[in-house]
Each structure stands twice: as structure tokens, then as C-alpha cells.
């Protein structure tokens, strides 16, 4: 009988029970994994098989051992369906078959496990093989499965020779090819393409095949290429027709409940179709969320039942099994009541049903059970039923099932072909050849299961006798670029180039684009747009003309154009096509799970100083801030970061107490060494400069004994970096926040009297992660901070007015393959510009040979 393993892993015997409490699904499905490969790894399921005494009773290796054999003596339930048929057949006598099941092969696979192996005996012990008429006929017709191309041509060298083979490299022929494509799309038009040509050249359908991942994106774009092409596919598994709305909105809305919630759970939540407001809102609600922004400004304009579901996902709901009971119930009745979602708003209360009755029978809440009923059904492609007259689509996870003439085998990128081996968290490589050389239990490594997997592969590309195209997509579905995949390079090696020895692979993939269109390996034609305008190329200075003033393309109410932050004007500095795509509103948004960076831990960091050091107010002492400090930082961590309050957490939590309150701890010593009064923190900044008008938002502004004042940024890094861009000419960020001060705009009372008697003006870095402040601008007592000489912006703005010219006359400048470098290593600033779109990185120009004529570019 079939047991949980999730509720037998609760016992606290089991020496992963701690990975229980913080990670339970992903624990249950590590141990699961662990004990599978176990069980196959013996002649009978039997944990009494695996010799624990030749072991180090102390050693990692023993305790998982002896916990998984412990696991399956107890609970032999938790082993998976199938295995649990391997035991039932085991323990049957040759009378129990219920009919005569001959064998074909008197061997196993050489890659069969052990309870394979003993399964295979005991059939061939009851059954005996078949007689030999049946196979030879078998052996008939699998031969063309196996048989593969003519001896001699760089198809037979690529079948015989993948998995390491000595096989001698011969010269390119035409039974080979490698393209590479832009994406999984283009390569099922490619394949679409070549099948029609080939069916023109007199290519029957059936002898054509195509060897696909198992991935759904591809299932449809071969569907999508292939309908249009007119060209019949047999065997491309059936694409599921919905997915289970219910079971994702539901799984959502208890991540959102077990608070903190995620940002990535209240993303998903916001634009789940049973909400209650429109796909444009949840579209802004969860763009916000991605983007840090935990209450929404979307959410400000939500009324009546979306209002009133968007205050239950925010609030603080009792964790108890009644205070989720009773939430859960309150968002059953706050769902869309749209007519189209009708249906599955009844399967989403089904699964309360289910939910609810869990809760009833709990005193306590376990929220690894709920995950488990709310986690949704995950619809997968049904097999189709193969027929004759079409390309026979082969998926990855599968043999071929019948022989083919040529071949196009796709996405050969990434982790694809053959998929990545991952790691066991229970078993090291080195632990299980050790285990075999102590007990001769062969549990599979890593080694292995790579090994079994090319080979695999060798035996898919056998299936075809005449030619093997490899299509590799450069670009994954989230637009990232990959590398080719391990098969594309150790085919490539059974390619010779003469003296060189083995060809390259990079140097075997032809870019479909590069290539002239006569060499095409089919038809095409060319499709005029509607008013014969073609697209042009990238213009060879790099520089995209678009004829519009890209400055005032965004215009306030008054008419002027929009004001320009720094931290906008920076990227406009190290990449106008970034800043460019954010003008217009096209920059990316990554969806990715909760993090800290030095985004996050910096809002942080300047939230509790800006509390810690109020404006007016007399500076605390050191036993004020230590008493402070920890509940300022749990406020912060509340309203920007609310994820670090999990306990998974807690080290990342130890470290930023550490460094705040360090920081806070010297620049509370530091203000006192300047005489310095804290006029205000987060003060709004708005003036004009170089032709713009700018806006901004400093960390605090001081007003020092002799009437100066300083502007003080906070940063979360250190001081040798910031100093050295400084010292550069290159930090663009104080720069504008004294321009803003000399000619202000819209002045608050507070900045309206500080400047009243046109006060000197300094600008100042406080680094948090050493304490270090960089003043440029005053001459403070000496020993109190460092004092940069110089124009510590003068690179970066001469820089800037360059790139404002170009963006007013329509011109964005497209970024070089040097730049990275220009502005780590000379201008010692982190580009991160170059990084928030991939079209920065896909349209860049080639880089040139000397630094000197980089910066002459730049300039």
C-alpha cells in the first residue's frame, strides 16, 4: 500500500528533519530521489542488502545510508508505483503469470540497474526467450533503428563516435549540418522549411524526422510552423487544453497568507483570472510588486470587492487554522463573477471543501499538507497516435519508433542534449564510489546517469541513414543567451579540419542569418511590408537616428518636458538605448524569487538612519542607538524586504544588524565631529541643469556650524571604490545634487531657508559597509572624514551633455563591446545599465583594439 513519505519524513529520527521544517517538499522529493536510486541499486528492494558494516559509523555517508535502508524497512509504501510492481513480480513463481511473456534478448542492457538485471533473469527463468522465427523478425525490424548512416561519412563518424568511440575525424560532407536560430520559434519554421523542401525533392513524409525536447513551448511552435507549412506531423504529443486555474490561485493565495508573503506568490496572485478586477490592473499590480513595491500604486484606484480582497491579501491574517479557515472563505466570496470564470471558481471552492476539512481535523497549522492539496494538477501533452503519412516527431524522453532518411534535431542549447545531471544533496559522487568499493552497491552517480544519457542520444541519432541537422537556438524563451549544447561540441569532434586536428563547434554553426539566401536549405520568399518599407540594418557607426527630440517625448503638465533623475541620467550616460527603452516604457521586469542585493539592503540601511537621526533633533548616544537599531531595522525589513523575516533568513538578518548598527554607531560620531544638524532625510531636490530640469531625492541634508550644507548619500559599499571614481572625475551622482541646490526649483520651507543665505555647498558619500565618509566641496575638521580634491564630476558630465545632445536630436548611441570594461576599470563604476534589457547586450557593436580609441569614442 502506497504511504506519504512527506508525513513518515516528519519523525524527528530522520537526519533531514530539520531540512524538513524550513523546505519540506523540496526535502521529501531529495529523499525521495535518494531512495530510488537505492532500491534499484539492489537485486531485490531489499535494504538489508546494502552492507552498512563496511562503513564509518560517523561518517555522512553512513547516517543518510542508514536512514534511507531504516525508511524502507519500515515504510517499504514510500517506494514509487513501479518499483513496487518490480517487488510484486519478484516475489511471484512462474505459475502466477497469467500468460506466457517470452523474451527477445537473452542480455540486459549494459546500462540496466540491478534490479533490472534481476528482474530480466527471473523473466528469462520463467519464460525463456522467444522462439527464433519471432526473433529474427524483431531483429528485422529493428536494424533500421540501429543500422544508421553509409560507413564513411560524417553522419556514420557523428552515430559511432558521440560517446567516445575511436573513431578517426573526417572532412564535413553533406549528411551533417549545424544552424543556429534565434529562438525555439525560427527553429520550427526552420524545420517546417527544410521538411518542404526535402517532400519537393521527392522526400516521402515518413522519412523525415524531427528529435524534440520534451518541452510544451516546443510542441507548439512545431504545430503552429507545421499547420502553416501545410506539412502533416505524426506523433507530436497533444497539447493540454487548460491548466488548473483553481488549484495555481489557490496554492497562490496560501503563500500569501503565510506571512510574510512572496513577492513572486503576490505577483502571480495579482494576475490569476479569478481575481476580482481586470487582467490591465493585476498587469500593474504585479509589474509594481516585481519591482519592490510592496503596496502597489495600482492598488490606490481598487474599489468595492477588488478593494476589499486586496486588504485581506495585506493584512495580517491569525495564523491559526480558523484564522486561515476563515480568510480562505472570505476570498472564496470576493472572486471574479465573471461568467467566463464561473466553472472555475466552482473547482477553486471544491478545493476549499478539501482545505476545509484538513483545517477542521488540525490544532495546529501544517502547511506542507495545505501545499500539497492546493499544489495544481500539471498538464502535460498526451501522446498522440503515430500515423504513416507525416514527419515522425521523436521527443527526447523516448526511442524512435520508426527509421527516418534525414533527420533535424532541435534545441541543442543549454542544458538540453543531454539534460543536466543535478547534483544529490544526500549522496556525493566521491561518497558512492566509495560505497562501491567498500560494499559493490552500485548506486548511479552523476558519472553515470550522463554517461546513459548520451548514450541515449547515439542511439536517437541512429535512426537516420541519410543526413542529421542540428539547429541550435541562441536565445532561451526569456530572451537570455545560451550556449550551445555538449552534443553540438562532441559531435563537432568527429569533424577533421586537416592539420588542425578536430573542427570547433562555434566554427561549424552557420547564423541562418549570415548566410547568403542561395545557400538556404530551402525555399523562401521575401514579404514586402505594405508600404514597401524595408527594415533596416544596424547603421555601421552604431548610432539609431529616429528624427524625434527623445527628451521631451514624455511632457509634463505644464508643458516642459518631464524632469530627469540621476539615476536616470546615469544609465542615459553608460547606455542610451537602455535609457531609451525606459523612456518609452520597454524595459524588462524580472520575475524572480526573493533576494537581497544591495538594492534592497541599501533602502534598508538608509530607512534606519533616517529614523535613527531625525531632523532636529539632538544626536542619540551609543546605548540609545544599540537599544534602537534592532526594532528600526525590523520596521525596515517590514515595509521593503518583508521575506527576511522567515527564518531561512536569519543569517542575512545578523549580518545587516552588524553593519547598520556599526555604521550608525560612527556616523552618529562622525555628525558630531562635523557640528552637524540634520535639516532634513529624504529630501526632495528639484532644479535645472545643463539645459534639463532635474529631480531627485537626497539621504539627508546637513547644515554644518558655519552655515554650509552638505549633501549626504548613503551607500551600502565600501569607501576604495567610490573614492577611486571620485578621484576619476567620474561620479555624476553629487554632481547633480549640487546643481540642483545651486539653481533649486519648487523649494520646501525647510530647503527655502536653508539656502537663504546662498550657503556654501558640499556633497558627501556615507559608506556603510566601512564606515568611510567622502566629502568633496568644504573643508570640515581635520581627521572627521576624507576630503576628495578636484572635480569629482567633471568626466561624467562632459560625458552626459554629449549624450543629451545626441537623445534631443533623436540619435541613440548604440553601446560597444568595451564599454563593460571602460567603465569598471576607468570610470570604476558598476554599469548596470548595460544589464536591464538583453536588446542592450544584442545590439551592441563590435569593441575596438585599444583603449585609447574607446575613449575617443566615448568623448
Wanted: net charge negative.
Amino acid at each position: 500500500m502506497a504511504v506519504d513519505l512527506n508525513s513518515v519524513l516528519a519523525d524527528g529520527a530522520f537526519p533531514w528533519s530539520a531540512s524538513m521544517a524550513v523546505a519540506p517538499l523540496e526535502t521529501a522529493a531529495a529523499v525521495s530521489t535518494a531512495l530510488r536510486s537505492l532500491a534499484v541499486a539492489t537485486h531485490g528492494l531489499n535494504p538489508d542488502e546494502v552492507r552498512l558494516g563496511a562503513l564509518d559509523r560517523e561518517s555522512r555517508l553512513y547516517k543518510h545510508l542508514s536512514a534511507l535502508c531504516e525508511l524502507l524497512r519500515n515504510a517499504p509504501g514510500v517506494l514509487p508505483e513501479d518499483l513496487r510492481v518490480y517487488a510484486h513480480v519478484l516475489a511471484c513463481a512462474s505459475g502466477d503469470a497469467l500468460e506466457p511473456l517470452p523474451l527477445m534478448a537473452s542480455d540486459p542492457c549494459c546500462f540496466a540497474s540491478p534490479i533490472e538485471r534481476r528482474m530480466h533473469a527471473q523473466l528469462l527463468e520463467h519464460h525463456a526467450l522467444a522462439d527464433d522465427a519471432l526473433r529474427v523478425e524483431w531483429a528485422a525490424r529493428r536494424a533500421p533503428l540501429v543500422t544508421g548512416a553509409a560507413e564513411g561519412t560524417s553522419l556514420w563518424r557523428a552515430q559511432q563516435g558521440l560517446t567516445g568511440a575511436s573513431i578517426p575525424s573526417g572532412p564535413l560532407d553533406d549528411t551533417l549540418a549545424f544552424f543556429a536560430l534565434r529562438d525555439e520559434a525560427e527553429e520550427a519554421d526552420f524545420a517546417a522549411a527544410r521538411a518542404q523542401r526535402l517532400i519537393d525533392q521527392g522526400v516521402s513524409t515518413q522519412q523525415i524526422g524531427l528529435l524534440v525536447p520534451d518541452d510544451v513551448g516546443y510542441f507548439a511552435q512545431l504545430q503552429r510552423a507545421f499547420d502553416a507549412a501545410g506539412v502533416p506531423i505524426s506523433g507530436l504529443p497533444v497539447q493540454p487544453e487548460r491548466r488548473d486555474i483553481a488549484g495555481e490561485t489557490l496554492l497562490q493565495l496560501l503563500l500569501c497568507f503565510q506571512a510574510p508573503a512572496p513577492a513572486m506568490a503576490l505577483a502571480s496572485l495579482y494576475i490569476s483570472p479569478l481575481m476580482p478586477w481586470s487582467s490591465e490592473t493585476g498587469l500593474k499590480l504585479s509589474r509594481e510588486i516585481m519591482q519592490g513595491r510592496f503596496e502597489p500604486f495600482a492598488a490606490n484606484s481598487l474599489t468595492g470587492r477588488a478593494q476589499r480582497f486586496y486588504k485581506l491579501v495585506r493584512s495580517n491574517i491569525v495564523q491559526t487554522p480558523d484564522g486561515i479557515l476563515k480568510a480562505l472563505e472570505q476570498a472564496t466570496q470576493l472572486l471574479s463573477d465573471a461568467a467566463e470564470q464561473r466553472e472555475t471558481v466552482a473547482a477553486f471552492r471544491s478545493k476549499i471543501g478539501t482545505i476545509r476539512a484538513a483545517l477542521s481535523q488540525s490544532r495546529s497549522l501544517d502547511w506542507t499538507a495545505l501545499y500539497r492539496i492546493a499544489t495544481p494538477a500539471t498538464p502535460k501533452p498526451s501522446p498522440s497516435e503515430a500515423f504513416v503519412e507525416g514527419v515522425s516527431v521523436f521527443t527526447e524522453a523516448a526511442m524512435p519508433w520508426r527509421p527516418v532518411r534525414h533527420l533535424i534535431a532541435m534545441g541543442m542549447s543549454g542544458n538540453r542534449w543531454p539534460r543536466a545531471v543535478s547534483a544529490s544533496p544526500l549522496f556525493l559522487d566521491g561518497e558512492l564510489r566509495l560505497l562501491r568499493e567498500k560494499t559493490g552497491l552500485h548506486v548511479e552517480t552523476r558519472g553515470d546517469a550522463l554517461a546513459r544519457r548520451l548514450e541515449k542520444l547515439r542511439r536517437q541519432f541512429l535512426c537516420a541513414s541519410e543526413s542529421l541537422t542540428l539547429l541550435r537556438p541562441v536565445f532561451a524563451p526569456n530572451g537570455s543567451r545560451q550556449a550551445p549544447a555538449a552534443a553540438v561540441s562532441l559531435v563537432a569532434r568527429t569533424v577533421g579540419n586537416g592539420e588542425k586536428g578536430t573542427e570547433d563547434a562555434e566554427v561549424l554553426i552557420h547564423d541562418l542569418r549570415a548566410l547568403p539566401r542561395d545557400r538556404w536549405p530551402f525555399a523562401h520568399r521575401v514579404v514586402k511590408a505594405a508600404n514597401d518599407a524595408q527594415p533596416s540594418a544596424v547603421p555601421e557607426d552604431g548610432i539609431l537616428r529616429l528624427d524625434r527630440d527623445l527628451l521631451r517625448r514624455r511632457l509634463a503638465d505644464d508643458g516642459r518636458m518631464r524632469p530627469q533623475s540621476p539615476s536616470r541620467l546615469e544609465t542615459l550616460m553608460v547606455s542610451p538605448l537602455a535609457w531609451s527603452l525606459s523612456e518609452f516604457g520597454a524595459e524588462p521586469v524580472t520575475w524572480a524569487p526573493d533576494g537581497l542585493n544591495v538594492m534592497v539592503s541599501g533602502t534598508i540601511a538608509h530607512d534606519v538612519l533616517e529614523f535613527l537621526f531625525p531632523k532636529d533633533a539632538p544626536l542619540p548616544d551609543h546605548d540609545q542607538i544599540e537599544l534602537a537599531v534592532p526594532e528600526l531595522l525590523s520596521s525596515a525589513i517590514r515595509k521593503y524586504a518583508p521575506f527576511l523575516q522567515r527564518s531561512i533568513w536569519a543569517v542575512e538578518r545578523e549580518g545587516l544588524l552588524r553593519d547598520i548598527r556599526t555604521a550608525a554607531l560612527a556616523w552618529r560620531n562622525t555628525l558630531e565631529g562635523l557640528g552637524a544638524r540634520v535639516i532634513d532625510n529624504e529630501i526632495g531636490l528639484q532644479g535645472e541643469a545643463l539645459g534639463i530640469l532635474l529631480r531627485g531625492r537626497a539621504d539627508c541634508l546637513l547644515q554644518l556650524e558655519d552655515g554650509s550644507l552638505l549633501v549626504v548619500d548613503h551607500k551600502k559599499s565600501g569607501t576604495p571604490k567610490r573614492r577611486a571614481r571620485l578621484e576619476a572625475g567620474w561620479d555624476l551622482q553629487l554632481g547633480l545634487y549640487r546643481e540642483m541646490l545651486k539653481r533649486p526649483e519648487r523649494t520646501g520651507e525647510v530647503l527655502e531657508t536653508a539656502l537663504a543665505g546662498n550657503p556654501q555647498i558640499g556633497v558627501a558619500y556615507h559608506l556603510i559597509n566601512d564606515q568611510g565618509v567622502l566629502l568633496e566641496g568644504l573643508e570640515p575638521p581635520d581627521g572627521v572624514v576624507t576630503v576628495v580634491e578636484g572635480e569629482i564630476s567633471v568626466q561624467a558630465l562632459d560625458l552626459l551633455i554629449t549624450r543629451l545632445a545626441e537623445v534631443e536630436a533623436g540619435l541613440i548611441r548604440l553601446n560597444s563591446e568595451d564599454d563593460r570594461k571602460f567603465f569598471e576599470k576607468t570610470a570604476n563604476l558598476a554599469p548596470y545599465a548595460l544589464d536591464v534589457s538583453p536588446l542592450v547586450s544584442r545590439f551592441m557593436m563590435p569593441g575596438t583594439e585599444t583603449e585609447d580609441s574607446k575613449e575617443d569614442n566615448d568623448d
